[in-house]
């Protein structure tokens, strides 16, 4: 069924080019189509993950620029020159699309490019990355851990986009959603029905695609993402509510989830596509699979999509509110869909290194890691004090044992006062394992952390 879908893709391609010109508006209810939404889909993919696993909320951030995506300095591509040909390509759409989507693609350019004007140089010999975009955007490096959970289940009906309004598409999803932010506010998604995304070169495959490729140079989805292998995907609008009240009232919002490879390095850093693929051992919680839930500001209307914030309750360090949604679920799991059972080869798991066990070393402090903060151990005075206060003597050597208590990556290191590193430790990222860290206490040493979750688990160092 998967080869004949491929296949239906490649013919298809000239029909998605035509459904979109021939689109005739952003689309409110769900469409028949030519067929009936009671047929068994070609495809169904289920995903979930339960609540107290690992979700991180990703904050605006810059984003380092894969060279065989987007070229050299020298020789950009994917950037200025893709962006105007895309916005040309829309002010061929039937209005109101040939009037929105052009004032749309200018005000989300990375939703098909990387703007030559928004990228500088990086300067480091071991990056593979000789761009970044500085504009900020959704696909950073910086995130928090967060709580939630979700189940969604891709129904793939159709395996091209049709000719018609966005919303005409058999394809279907049911997703139930819940989340916080790093501030503690609490989200529901609302769903209301899919789409196909009125944006030139994409081909959505009905607006829920299964075993395919995203993103990359594939022209579906933006290019700042990794080209990545996904179970299933879907691009809808729905509402959002926060804590408890519906925000959206005005109008829904986009709203893209996508169970995919991972593309998470195990710093929690969004890689290249040259990176790709990751080893589990490579991710932050061991695992080959993860699932993202984006709201993108565009709200449709009745005169074509047009740029919206999403009405979120967190603040940024600039006063302002984020201006949409993207939630990461790390430990999720696939129920149903093509290669759900599929591990990646040779993964026997990782033994502890020699010497990391802790067990024959004289412990003067112990510690769990966790992703919502270091957990005292010993001695008594620290026992169930979440991120506690370590109290040293300058001068004193002191052995400090961790174990990994959720099985996520993590690393323990000290910093002074100006924020520089003294001391850090290799990241370990196997439930139950254990590190030992031996230092001399001085007085330059100000706190511990985690390099991969600095906010959450972070604690005082006080030398006397």
Do not use: K
């Not at 769900?30 to 696993?53: F, N």
């Not at 503690?184 to 196909?196: A, F, K, P, T």
């Not at 967190?314 to 149903?336: C, K, S, V």
């Not at 996520?408 to 030992?436: C, M, P």
């Amino acid at each position: 069924m998967a080869s004949s879908r491929r296949r239906f893709l490649e013919l298809g391609a000239a029909a998605s080019i035509g459904g979109l010109a021939s689109a005739s508006g952003v689309g409110a209810t769900q469409s028949d189509g030519d067929g009936d939404e009671g047929d068994d889909p070609e495809v169904t993919v289920t995903a979930r993950q339960e609540s107290g696993d690992a979700v991180y909320w990703v904050l605006p951030g810059e984003r380092r620029l894969s060279p065989s995506v987007f070229g050299t300095a020298e020789n950009p591509r994917r950037g200025t020159d893709l962006l105007e040909a895309r916005i040309e390509q829309a002010r061929q759409l039937p209005d109101p699309l040939g009037e929105a989507v052009p004032g749309l693609l200018e005000d989300l350019p990375f939703l098909v490019a990387a703007p030559d004007e928004a990228r500088e140089p990086i300067e480091d010999d071991d990056s593979i990355a000789q761009q970044r975009l500085t504009e900020p955007t959704l696909y950073s490096d910086e995130a928090e851990v967060t709580d939630g959970s979700f189940e969604i289940t891709y129904e793939d009906h159709q395996p091209y986009d049709l000719p018609g309004a966005p919303g005409e598409t058999t394809d279907t999803v049911a997703l139930e959603a819940q989340f916080t932010d790093p501030g503690g506010n609490e989200y529901r998604i609302d769903h209301d029905h899919v789409i196909q995304p009125p944006i030139p070169g994409y081909e959505t495959g009905g607006g829920v695609l299964t075993d395919g490729s995203l993103h990359g140079i594939t022209g579906t989805g933006s290019p700042l993402f990794p080209q990545v292998y996904t179970y299933g995907a879907s691009w809808g609008v729905g509402h959002l509510e926060v804590n408890g009240e519906r925000a959206t009232e005005e109008g829904m919002r986009v709203v893209h989830f996508m169970t995919t490879a991972t593309v998470r390095d195990e710093r929690y850093r969004m890689v290249l596509d040259e990176e790709m693929p990751l080893a589990p051992a490579e991710t932050i919680a061991g695992q080959i699979h993860h699932t993202h839930g984006v709201v993108l500001p565009i709200r449709p209307t009745p005169d074509g999509p047009v740029y919206d914030p999403v009405p979120t309750a967190f603040e940024l360090p600039n006063g302002e509110t984020q201006p949409f949604i993207h939630a990461m679920w790390e430990q999720d799991e696939i129920l149903e869909g093509p290669f759900a059972d599929w591990e990646f080869p040779g993964d026997g798991g990782e033994a502890p290194a020699d010497g990391d066990d802790g067990t024959d070393t004289q412990t003067d402090i112990r510690l769990v890691g966790e992703t919502s903060g270091w957990q005292g151990a010993a001695p008594d005075t620290i026992a169930g004090t979440e991120n506690p206060t370590l109290s040293l003597e300058a001068g004193t050597e002191y052995t400090l044992v961790w174990e990994n208590g959720d099985g996520l990556q993590h690393n323990f290191a000290i910093e002074d006062e100006s924020g520089a590193d003294v001391l850090e430790t290799d990241l370990l990222g196997e439930e139950g394992a254990t590190q030992s860290v031996t230092f001399t206490a001085s007085d330059e040493m100000a706190e511990y952390y985690c390099q991969v979750h600095p906010s959450s688990m972070r604690g005082a160092l006080e030398v006397q």
